[in-house]
């Protein structure tokens, strides 16, 4: 079987196993607290160019999202969210579960903008609603497109506007950072948020995710809300061992420019066949449209998921390259395509 199916079932980045391995005897005090997670919290804030963010490894990207987002939230406070994001669709109502209201604004392309943000902050005027009070969105996005600087400034500048905080999820941040066309680096994400993280289960790590909250206000008791959560691990060391490895050397932005080059390969032969897609192809995600008698072949041949982009006649697939993917793959795809 051809896997295109997600980023995240190969194990990890030889590079991590090794690190993995040269430090597996060496003793670390437990829960986060050791030589490894402090050298790895060091490299985030030296790149990020941010000496006062607070690092917080987490084991999973709904547990991230669930912890964070519910440690800065009051009671009457919502978020929010495009209906593609990954808290509205994919998190089995883990922020909803901790008492808050996910506002979904519908968007064709997964982007949230400005005006979305206008739009629900006028239809919750009073102590009637919900209060929104952060907004969250991912990069890259839930349909695999990015947001340049200009776009998330201006997101940024209308959080300010409404005393909102700004939350980005990073699970293929690595993707965002090397896409064709993006403007965005380490330094520019403490400018535009206030807490987001860096992913690494989707990008070469075997699991983990860097929560970094710029914020100072949102920094208190974060250790304290995070053991209530379940999210602090015991043998916090393997996660700062792997973020220390992915980080250096820019093994992480190499990994994610190679998970786009092979999906930009893999859309350039799906176009010279003369398919469209749903959405422009940007990242590592990518979804063309296929005959739905298609679609049932390649299941024979290929693991992906069906979308929900589709019409009478095609179907919508999602085909997801990764750091692991390779030139064969891709080439043996293309072959099944008339």
């Known amino acids: 079987m051809i896997f295109l199916k997600n980023d995240y079932s190969l194990g990890a980045h030889p590079k991590i196993l090794e690190a993995l391995t040269e430090t597996n005897m060496v003793l670390a005090d437990g829960y986060g607290v050791d030589q490894f997670c402090d050298a790895a919290a060091n490299r985030i804030r030296e790149l990020i160019e941010c000496p006062s963010a607070y690092v917080q490894f987490l084991t999973a990207g709904t547990q991230t999202n669930m912890t964070a987002l519910s440690a800065f939230l009051r009671p009457h406070h919502s978020v929010i969210a495009p209906s593609t994001g990954h808290i509205c669709v994919h998190e089995t109502g883990a922020i909803e579960a901790t008492g808050h209201k996910v506002n979904h604004v519908p968007t064709t392309d997964g ?9 629900v902050i006028r239809e919750h005027e009073d102590e009637h609603f919900v209060k929104p009070a952060i907004i969250y969105i991912s990069n890259s996005t ?8 200009a776009e998330l400034t201006a ?12 939350y980005i999820d990073g699970a293929r941040l690595a993707m965002a950072m090397t896409a064709e066309g993006s403007d965005i680096t380490y330094a520019d994400l403490p400018k535009v948020s206030d807490a987001f993280y860096i992913g690494g289960t989707k990008c070469g790590a075997m699991f983990g995710e860097a929560l970094v909250i710029v914020n100072e206000r949102l920094q208190e008791d974060i250790r304290w809300l995070v053991k209530q959560r379940g999210g602090m691990l015991a043998k916090g060391r ?3 061992v792997q973020f220390d490895a992915l980080l250096k050397d820019d093994l992480y932005l190499k990994l994610g420019a190679h998970a786009n080059h092979m999906a930009k390969k893999l859309a350039d032969g799906i176009i010279a066949k003369g398919y469209e897609f749903a959405v422009p192809p940007a990242t590592n995600m990518i979804f063309p449209l296929f005959p739905k008698a298609l679609v049932e072949k390649l299941k024979e041949a290929v693991m992906f998921e069906r979308w929900s982009f589709s019409t009478k006649t095609h179907d919508s697939i999602r085909l997801v390259t990764s750091w692991g993917t390779t030139q064969e793959e891709v080439d043996a795809f293309l072959k099944l395509l008339p």
């Open 155 to 166: 997101l940024k500048k209308t959080c300010e506007k409404h005393n909102l905080l700004m």
């Open 238 to 240: 393997l996660l700062g």
């Open 111 to 119: 982007k949230l903008r400005p005006e979305d943000i206008e739009t």
């Open 142 to 149: 839930e349909t695999g497109l990015v947001y340049k600087k």
